[in-house]
């Protein structure tokens, strides 16, 4: 089950980042939860935990298109801080069973689900600094 990077290049996660945890969150750009609170927490995770790969999926749903533009319109940069994949049809939403956006599904080294965490205000923040914690204090 491939997935498109931001310059439309087929490519399997689980390959990509092999052997390594990884935290994936889950967002929509129309999602103000997202773009206001879960992007810069996974900027600071990526930042905080440099043992940990971060990404994000772009899950669209319904007949929407995203583009390239209008992923790197919501960074004032224009740049991406980390690793941003498309998920046209959500398929990789629903293979990991998200509540809604923002999710967050972390991966040990085995690409094994470690955690799903469903949000992003402090309840959620704190859930996937402790899970985070564990994974990486626990290899």
């Given at each position: 089950m491939n997935l498109k990077s931001l310059n439309d290049e087929a490519l399997d996660l689980f390959q990509v980042y092999k052997n390594k945890p990884l935290?994936?969150?889950f967002y929509n750009?129309?999602?103000l939860g997202c773009t206001g609170r879960a992007i810069p927490l996974a900027?600071?995770?990526s930042?905080?935990?440099p043992k940990l790969s971060v990404v994000a999926i772009h899950s669209t749903f319904g007949n929407h298109t995203i583009t390239?533009?209008?992923i790197l319109d919501i960074f004032t940069s224009k740049e991406a801080p980390f690793p941003i994949y498309l998920d046209q049809h959500h398929k990789w939403f629903d293979f990991f069973n998200c509540e809604g956006t923002p999710h967050w599904i972390l991966l040990n080294q085995n690409a094994e689900v470690y955690r799903s965490v469903f949000g992003s205000q402090e309840n959620a923040q704190n859930r996937l600094y402790y899970a985070i914690e564990e994974l990486l204090t626990n290899r």
């Amino acid at each position: 089950m491939n997935l498109k990077s931001l310059n439309d290049e087929a490519l399997d996660l689980f390959q990509v980042y092999k052997n390594k945890p990884l935290l994936i969150l889950f967002y929509n750009n129309q999602c103000l939860g997202c773009t206001g609170r879960a992007i810069p927490l996974a900027y600071q995770l990526s930042k905080s935990y440099p043992k940990l790969s971060v990404v994000a999926i772009h899950s669209t749903f319904g007949n929407h298109t995203i583009t390239k533009q209008d992923i790197l319109d919501i960074f004032t940069s224009k740049e991406a801080p980390f690793p941003i994949y498309l998920d046209q049809h959500h398929k990789w939403f629903d293979f990991f069973n998200c509540e809604g956006t923002p999710h967050w599904i972390l991966l040990n080294q085995n690409a094994e689900v470690y955690r799903s965490v469903f949000g992003s205000q402090e309840n959620a923040q704190n859930r996937l600094y402790y899970a985070i914690e564990e994974l990486l204090t626990n290899r």
